[in-house]
């Protein structure tokens, strides 16, 4: 049975309008969802009971559940949930000065295969689909509720890439989007990928105003093929030719994501190739220490070689900021807590 949380505001009109409903109670079914976030169809009062029962019959409302969590010194969250059909996926709570931002999965498992990345030490059994990303939104957002809080920032980082499940995620994020749901800002949602040029260009084309952040940990294709195979399919030719049409089509600043992993990317002569491939781009260089997975062998940079890093980039006029590390005492990096779990189980 298809999830009710699968729908677009739009979807839910067309669903009403067919099965015979007035077209306000869309509204009311997505403020239930959404404003008031109801566990159960019998919730939503103000809708006839021999409706609720045809909802009932329609749609499912099946919540995700909590196998494990781990919260960090820093107030970082980890949640590991389990979806209907048994598989495990993490989403993370964490606490910023301008409010509180989750990232969430797109996939279970991941086929990109970046070196450094514990997301791919599994490989991907799945896409998952709007409702189960949305979900995991709002089993966040219900653990806010008890605290008079709320989610200000979406950010689809997790495991999965987000491309390779593109109408899901899109579909997301309308529905965390929209003003009758979880109403959360265009440009507090973005979404990161590791460079899937068709998809971006198809992303450029859409003309929304969610962020775009581009997954890039190397200036030059060696070290980015070698790190990331698919720097093989789509060199960094062709994608920063995708990025700067997609820069053509939305007033938007692009993030360049570079995780500092020690000996290997961190060198002044990348500094300079980095400058010079984002060189006349509206875009900042978001720099990210290395939450180590020991089945790689990668190390990570200490925070005085990363704030030389950081500085040779503002001295070549390349605007970054030094990501704020979050979760270091326990299970941070994307994946790492489910590869974990399915190992012991």
Known sequence: MRSIYDLTFNDLVEWTEMVGYK???????????YRHRVNDFDEM??????????LK??????????????????????????FEDGSLNECVLMTYDYGKTICVSSQ???NMGCSFCASGLLKKQRDLSAAEMVQQVLFVQKELDKEDERVSHVVIMGSGE??????????????????????????????STCGIVPFIYRFADEEVQYNLAISLHAPNDELR?????????????????????????????ITFEYILLKGIN???????????????????????????????????????SAMIFYDGLMKAHVKCTLRQEHGSDIDAACGQLRAKHERNR
């Not at 077209?23 to 969802?33: N, P, T």
């Not at 009062?45 to 045809?54: L, Q």
């Open 23 to 33: 077209s306000y109670q869309a509204k009311q079914i997505y403020q239930w969802l």
């Open 45 to 54: 009062t103000d809708i006839a009971k021999d409706k609720r029962e045809f």
């Open 57 to 82: 019959s329609s749609f499912s409302m099946k919540n995700l559940t909590l196998v494990q969590k781990q919260v960090s010194k820093d107030k970082t969250i980890k949640y590991l949930l389990a």
């Open 108 to 110: 279970v498992g991941c």
């Open 162 to 191: 987000p491309f390779d499940n593109y109408d899901n995620v899109m579909a997301f994020m309308r529905i965390i989007n929209h003003d009758l749901g979880l109403a959360i800002g265009a440009r507090h949602i973005t979404v």
């Open 225 to 253: 093929s070698s790190l990331m195979p698919i720097n093989k399919a789509y060199p960094l030719n062709e994608l920063m030719k995708a990025i700067k049409y997609y820069a053509s089509k939305n007033n938007r600043r």
């Open 266 to 304: 961190d060198k002044s002569e990348h500094i300079k190739q980095l400058a010079q491939l984002i060189k006349g781009l509206n875009a900042y260089v978001n720099i990210i220490p290395y939450n180590q997975v020991d089945e790689h062998g990668f190390k990570k940079v200490d925070y005085h």
